[in-house]
């Protein structure tokens, strides 16, 4: 579908960057109402499009708001989501129906891909995509995000799948649906709060015009669906995997014990790891969210080479 028959809402600096033909990264903004209280999400978001601006690429943070899909925020609409307590958190399965019923929700990896896509933007920057929920065997408990991915051709650059689901399940799930997975700067992919999983990346790339060239060749080649960046988080934010084993560990214990499930889990368990953690994993999730938008910033603008 072509962007102009979309349902999209541009800020007016993404609508002036559009026209321009400047670098654009989409972000999502479930981060913003799921991931953190009020006024620490607005901080953080704003902190986000900061580096982004400062590495030349222009922001596009998207959500659902009173019903209109918006990519691109301004000061008043990010700080209205900031503080939109019961915001729906959107996948591929709800993004229209919050539209329709002009309902106000934040957007996930896949539906912030959708609407990347919709809107012509080619690369995205997030914390981490989800995956195969652990036990995922009993529950099928899955998430959208791999289907999009494999369908979807936009760049998302993560820190990885969030080290609370199971890692290599993700992994063979992205390799079936012919996902490429590159780590960026080191052989092991990373696992969120832990720069190493213990598990071998399946590609290796060192610099965003190598990103970009490999980008430009799938688009040559006619192969559709998104690609994957793992960015391991700053050495110096880092929480080890052994130790941060331990917190996932206790958080799942702690979900089962509440019959936390579904679309629950995810927050349910951030939060009680940041409880746990004494909030040691938030800093660590804004530092390698924050490295991602640098990053992402970066391919989008040597995709515009």
Not at 37 to 60: C, D, H, K, Q, W
Not at 143 to 152: F, G, I, K, Y
């Given at each position: 579908m072509s962007s102009h028959k979309l349902p999209i809402t541009y800020s007016a600096e993404v609508a002036v960057a559009k026209s321009e033909g400047r670098a654009l990264v989409a972000l999502e903004s479930t981060i913003i109402t799921h991931g953190m209280?009020?006024?620490?999400?607005?901080?953080?978001?704003?902190?986000?499009?900061?580096?982004?601006?400062?590495?030349?690429?222009?922001?596009?943070t998207i959500a659902v708001i009173n019903g209109v899909l918006h990519v691109g925020l301004d000061e008043q609409e990010l700080e209205q989501l900031a503080r939109t307590p019961d915001a729906m958190k959107l996948s591929r399965a709800d993004l229209a129906f919050a539209m329709a019923e002009g309902r106000t929700g934040a957007t996930t990896v896949a539906a912030t891909m959708i609407s990347a896509a919709g809107a012509g933007i080619k690369v995205f920057a997030t914390g981490g995509i989800g995956g195969v929920h652990r036990k995922a065997e009993e529950t099928?408990?899955?998430?959208?995000?791999?289907?999009?991915?494999?369908?979807?051709?936009?760049?998302?650059v993560c820190a990885g799948a969030k080290a609370i689901l199971d890692v290599p399940k993700t992994l063979e799930v992205l390799e079936t649906k012919g996902v490429p997975v590159v780590t960026y700067g080191q052989d092991e992919f990373p696992a969120f709060w832990s720069r190493r999983s213990g598990l071998k990346s399946p590609l290796r790339l060192d610099s965003p015009a190598a990103i970009a060239r490999f980008q430009k060749m799938r688009d040559e080649l006619g192969i559709h669906g998104g690609l994957l960046i793992g960015n391991p988080v700053p050495e110096e934010k880092e929480i080890e995997r052994e130790e941060m084993e331990i917190y996932i560990n206790r958080a799942l214990e702690n979900a089962e014990a509440d019959g936390i499930a579904g679309k629950a889990v995810t927050p349910y368990l951030l939060s009680s790891i940041f409880d746990i953690t004494e909030g040691r994993s938030l800093d660590t999730n804004i530092a390698l969210v924050e490295n991602n938008a640098r990053l992402a910033a970066r391919i989008a603008l040597a995709l515009n080479d």
């Open positions: 209280p009020y006024p620490g999400n607005l901080a953080m978001a704003r902190s986000v499009e900061a580096i982004i601006r400062t590495e030349g690429a222009v922001p596009a099928f408990d899955i998430s959208a995000d791999l289907e999009e991915l494999s369908r979807t051709g936009v760049i998302v």
